[in-house]
């Protein structure tokens, strides 16, 4: 039986997720920038998933990558504005408007490069997450679901991510 890779919720809506693989490679801790050069595997768990599970993928150059920031410490959650990265260059502004890891639920979201797959690994480039990360879904990336018209962000948004990459 497998077990839960955590449980949220009230107890007539709880939400069971359970970590499809775990980020293997790439940095051992969070920094905030830099992240193109990164490499790392997702290697899917091989009791849930046959070694086909990723084909198809291969015809795709890039993933969105849903996964859960577990090394955040849940007392350093943000519910609350805050500066984005502490700078108070940049205006305070409330945690659903920005993309840190310290948010309710601790989930990230991240379009990477698709490397290269083999049976049940996944090599990326660009994955903003941590060696041993629980990652709880993948996705083919697809143009059609990128924004529609034109997309708009602050100054400070901009800034943030000169070096992310």
């Not at 849930?48 to 920031?69: C, K, N, P, Y």
Request: glycine residues 8%; negative net charge.
């Amino acid at each position: 039986m497998m077990t839960p890779g955590f449980v949220v919720g009230e107890a007539e809506t709880m939400i069971e997720v359970i970590p499809i693989g775990y980020v293997r490679g790439g940095r051992e801790k969070a920094r905030d920038d830099y992240w193109a050069r990164e490499q790392a595997s997702i290697e899917l768990d091989g009791e849930q998933f046959a070694t086909d599970a990723l084909a198809g993928l291969e015809q795709f150059s890039h993933a969105e990558v849903v996964f859960h920031f577990h090394k955040m410490d849940q007392t350093k959650i943000v519910s609350t504005a805050r500066h984005p990265r502490n700078n108070c260059d940049w205006p305070e502004i409330g945690i659903f408007s920005q993309r840190g890891r310290a948010r309710p639920n601790r989930i990230g979201v991240t379009v990477c490069a698709i490397v290269a797959i083999n049976r049940l690994w996944l090599s990326v480039r660009g994955l903003d997450a941590i060696d041993g990360t629980p990652v709880l879904d993948i996705k083919p990336y697809l143009n059609g679901f990128a924004p529609r018209g034109t997309v708009r962000e602050p100054d400070w948004a901009r800034e943030i991510m000169a070096d992310y990459w």
